[in-house]
T-cell receptor, first 115, second 113 residues
Framework: GAVVSQHPSRVICKSGTSVKIECRSL??????MFWYRQFPKQSLMLMAT?????????EQGVEKDKFLINHASLTLSTLTVTSAHPEDSSFYIC???????????FGPGTRLTVT | KQEVTQIPAALSVPEGENLVLNCSFT??????LQWFRQDPGKGLTSLLL?????REQTSGRLNASLDKSSGRSTLYIAASQPGDSATYLC????????????FGGGTRVLVKP
């Protein structure tokens, strides 16, 4: 149980375009989802926390108008990178937690390359 | 603000040797600590979760200890195999941080056959 999926696994987009990444909890209801980014050979950095039905909370230094997060249901959260630039190229990982579980379950990640 | 440190940053051992990975954290008021494994280009695989009231957790060849008062956790991997080569991350869920995990920088492990 506690499986989290991400789609797509890899995406290449041109500079200036937008790209959407989906994060789904497949077998449990995720009241909270988290979005991380990871640069090569570095650890995960939390970008934002999203709670179902409310606005996301962004970490300091993360542009909320550039990284749009929607958590419209208990099983789906989306991250949209708007007006992507090459420096947005990174590995984006989501995780999901359910009330009372005290554990986060991680998706397989999405590799974004902006050309 | 919670800070998590993992030492060493990289480790290379011959097959069969035991692995000892260290994780330290500055704020001891934690809910739990997790150890993860990450293969290159892949997501995270949860290995062990230790609640703040526990002192250790075991799963197969893996054993993780937690000393909350001193802010330390150690992951032991017995009889290492080449398949254990990966990056190992520890993360803590801190009371003051709500439900946000704070990650260490990871330890890159290479087990040589």
């Amino acid at each position: 149980g506690a499986v989290v999926s991400q789609h797509p696994s890899r995406v290449i987009c041109k500079s200036g375009t937008s790209v959407k990444i989906e994060c789904r909890s497949l077998d449990f209801q995720a009241t909270t989802m988290f979005w991380y980014r990871q640069f090569p050979k570095q650890s995960l950095m939390l970008m934002a926390t999203s709670n179902e039905g409310s606005k996301a909370t962004y970490e300091q230094g993360v542009e909320k108008d550039k990284f749009l997060i929607n958590h419209a249901s208990l099983t789906l959260s989306t991250l949209t990178v708007t007006s992507a630039h090459p420096e947005d190229s990174s590995f984006y990982i989501c995780s999901a937690g359910a009330r009372g579980l005290g554990e986060q379950y991680f998706g397989p990640g999405t590799r974004l390359t902006v050309t | 603000k919670q800070e998590v440190t993992q030492i060493p940053a990289a480790l290379s051992v011959p097959e069969g040797e035991n692995l000892v990975l260290n994780c330290s954290f500055t704020d001891s008021a934690i809910y739990n600590l997790q150890w993860f494994r990450q293969d290159p280009g892949k997501g995270l695989t949860s290995l062990l979760l230790i609640q703040s009231s526990q002192r250790e957790q075991t799963s197969g060849r893996l054993n993780a200890s937690l000393d909350k008062s001193s802010g330390r956790s150690t992951l032991y991997i017995a009889a290492s195999q080449p398949g254990d080569s990966a990056t190992y991350l520890c993360a803590v869920l801190t009371e003051a941080a709500g439900n946000k995990l704070t990650f260490g920088g990871g330890t890159r492990v290479l087990v040589k056959p």
